[in-house]
């Protein structure tokens, strides 16, 4: 079956811009959560979404924002781009319940790199 | 933070089993303990959790002390591809998030 598709795989953008990442979920997972990661604070947790709420936030501020659609497919925004939000970000997703008794693990794709110039 | 305490860096020959430890003192009853590992520019890849009991699948082991403290991440023939930053994690079923630590960079060399 298909993997967690994130899009686009790379982006360049000046400081002050907003971008928009996206992200398609495996079929039938309800969850998709969102990761930063950066050479200097590792992977960092940004939020968690299931059946369309936000279930659980990170501790980032809030230019940070993301969403889930009805078939589950999320975008996450970050406006005002800053030098520091150049990272790769992650997406991952989840059954987001216990499913037959056992919790599977996360699907990450293969993330989008961004660079704030 | 994160609740465990890994290695920065382990080194292991191709062809012989690699055993990553990992601690967790504080793990609390409910709380599994998971593996993940990044390979180069890729996302994290899930290998394997547990509870309490050994686990065992195709990608690996994972051995669990009886008191739960501290565990032990086992690939019985490594590969060059298993080269890679590898994460323990402990999380409760149904956490909405995985909390990373700076995980085991391990490197396998020819």
């Known amino acids: 079956k298909a993997g967690v598709t994130q899009t686009p795989r790379y982006l360049i953008k000046t400081r002050g811009q907003q971008v928009t990442l996206s992200c398609s979920p495996i079929?039938?997972?309800?969850?998709v959560s969102w990761y930063q990661q950066t050479p200097g604070q590792g992977l960092q947790f940004l939020f968690e979404?299931?059946?369309?709420?936000?279930?659980n936030k990170g501790n980032f501020p809030g230019r940070f924002s993301g969403r889930q659609f009805s078939n589950s497919r999320s975008e996450m925004n970050v406006s005002t781009l800053e030098l520091g939000d150049s990272a790769l970000y992650l997406c991952?997703?989840?059954?987001?319940?216990?499913?037959?008794?056992?919790?599977?693990?996360?699907?990450f794709g293969s993330g989008t790199r961004l660079t704030v110039v | 933070d994160a609740k465990t305490t890994q290695p920065t860096s382990m080194d292991c020959a191709e062809g012989r089993a690699a055993n990553l430890p990992c601690n967790h003192s504080?793990?609390?009853?409910?709380?599994?303990v998971y593996w993940y590992r990044q390979i180069h520019s890729q996302g994290p890849q899930y290998i394997i959790h547990?509870?309490?009991n050994n686990e065992t699948n195709e990608m690996a082991s994972l051995i669990i002390t009886e008191d739960r403290k501290s565990s032990t991440l086992i690939l019985p023939h490594a590969t060059l591809r298993d080269t890679a930053v590898y994460y323990c994690i402990v999380s409760i079923q149904g956490a909405q998030k995985l909390v990373f630590g700076q995980g085991t960079r391990l490197t396998i060399n020819p």
């Open positions: 079929s039938g997972h309800r969850s």
């Open positions: 991952a997703s989840s059954w987001g319940a216990v499913v037959q008794g056992r919790l599977y693990g996360y699907t």
């Open positions: 504080t793990i609390s009853g409910n709380e599994y």
């Open positions: 979404y299931f059946s369309e709420t936000q279930r």
């Open positions: 547990g509870l309490k």
